[in-house]
Each structure stands twice: as structure tokens, then as C-alpha cells.
């Protein structure tokens, strides 16, 4: 079953500008992790916070974890158009024997 | 960081026949190997999880004996999807954990594209 939701579903923006994207999942936690995934190709580990993490940083990407309202939220600063992608949270359910249980995933479409 | 094979990167085959789709961790011991499908336009689905030398464990609705998985050794697992339909065609990834003794660690496949005719 899908824990995560992720919204929106659809993002169209400018090359230059600020992409986020939120998700929101059920239950309790180890860790959440956003993954990148270009059409037809597999998966790109982006970045892993921690349930004991409220933020982390990695380049042009932040990362906001509130375990009390169970979300997240990915941001993505100065697009460009190569970060056209799906872009999909997942987490790590506390007791879930370390598998990943993936969100519905936001589109990001970065135009020129 | 860790390297995950997967082997076909693409198969199609007729309806009735049986694929079978290899995921090797190449660099270190996955201990534990999970097999995800993701159909088109949609997100990843965990189909299974095994642990090496047991039985994998099954998510609801996914049927044990169309989609058989071996765990044999610490760096391979497969997945064979028996009698495969159109329904089948999908994108299976593997995903291996347990890499250098970091439980919370997890290294996707590039996947295998499955079309069955």
C-alpha cells in the first residue's frame, strides 16, 4: 500500500525559479528519502533525513522533516531544465524490516 | 557508493513463457534483497522481500507462485515471473540492503523493462 502522498502531482515551472514538492505519510518512521527518476530509467537516490532531523541541505535541494504533522518537503532551488524528472519520497517504517514504501510521486516538468 | 546489477535491462517475450530477471550486489553482501514494480505513469508497488537462505515474504495481492524469488547467496536474488500476460509488463526493480553493516542503507537496480506480447 502506498504510505506516502505526495502533492502536487504535476509541476510546471521556469528555469530559474524554486520547485517544492511535499509528502505526507501514516505512520511512524526511521527515515524519509527522496529519490529522483528520469522517464523509462531507474532510480537516483537524492537525499536520507533522519526522524531525529528537521532539515538537511545537499547542494541546490532542502529537505524538511515534521514528524508531528508526518510530511516532508523538497526543495529544489534555481531549477534547471535538466531536473525535469518524477521525483518521489519514501520512508522507512519504523519496524518494516528497513524496506521502503514509496509516495505517489510529483512531476516536475523545468522549462526553458 | 554500492553497486546494484539488474540483468535483462529489457526483455520482451510471448504470453505463456517465463522471464526470469537477475539482481546482483556487486561490491558488498545484501542481506536482505526487495523486489518492486512500477507501471507506467504510476509509483513503485513492493512486490516482495527476502532474506537470504529463507522464503521471501509477499505483499498483499501479489501471488507467490507467478512470481517465484530466490535469495540463494548474499549477492544475487531473481525474480521469475511465470507464465507471463500483458498484465505482467511492467518495470522491475531490486533494491538490496543491508551493505556494509548500515541496516538503513538501500541501493536500487536500474530495473528491467518487461513488455509481454
Known amino acids: 500500500s502506498q504510505q506516502g502522498e505526495e502533492d502536487p502531482q504535476a509541476l510546471s515551472i521556469q528555469e530559474g525559479e524554486n520547485a517544492t514538492m511535499n509528502c505526507s505519510y501514516k505512520t511512524s518512521i526511521n527515515n524519509l528519502q527522496w529519490y529522483r527518476q528520469n522517464s523509462g530509467r531507474g532510480l537516483v537516490h537524492l537525499i536520507l533525513?533522519?526522524?531525529?532531523?528537521r532539515e538537511k541541505h545537499s547542494g541546490r535541494l532542502r529537505v524538511t522533516l515534521d514528524t508531528s504533522k508526518k510530511s516532508s518537503s523538497l526543495l529544489i532551488t534555481a531549477s534547471r531544465a535538466a531536473d525535469t524528472a518524477s521525483y518521489f519520497c519514501?520512508?522507512?517504517?519504523?519496524?518494516?524490516?528497513?524496506?521502503?514504501?514509496f509516495g505517489t510521486g510529483t512531476q516536475l516538468k523545468v522549462e526553458l | 557508493g554500492a553497486v546494484v546489477s539488474q540483468h535483462p535491462s529489457r526483455v520482451i517475450c510471448k504470453s505463456g513463457t517465463s522471464v526470469k530477471i537477475e539482481c546482483r550486489s556487486l561490491?558488498?553482501?545484501?542481506?536482505?534483497m526487495f523486489w518492486y514494480r512500477q507501471f507506467p505513469k504510476q509509483s513503485l508497488m513492493l512486490m516482495a522481500t527476502?532474506?537470504?537462505?529463507?522464503?521471501?515474504?509477499?505483499e498483499q495481492g501479489v501471488e507467490k507462485d507467478k512470481f517465484l524469488i530466490n535469495h540463494a547467496s548474499l549477492t544475487l536474488s531473481t525474480l521469475t515471473v511465470t507464465s507471463a500476460h500483458p498484465e505482467d509488463s511492467s518495470f522491475y526493480i531490486c533494491?538490496?540492503?543491508?551493505?556494509?553493516?548500515?541496516?538503513?542503507?538501500?541501493?536500487f537496480g536500474p530495473g528491467t523493462r518487461l513488455l509481454v506480447l
Open positions: 561490491d558488498f553482501q545484501a542481506t536482505t
Open positions: 519514501a520512508t522507512d517504517v519504523t519496524g518494516g524490516g528497513n524496506k521502503l514504501t
Open positions: 533494491c538490496a540492503s543491508g551493505a556494509g553493516g548500515r541496516v538503513e542503507t538501500q541501493y
Open positions: 527476502s532474506n537470504e537462505g529463507s522464503k521471501a515474504t509477499y
Open positions: 533525513i533522519r526522524s531525529n532531523e
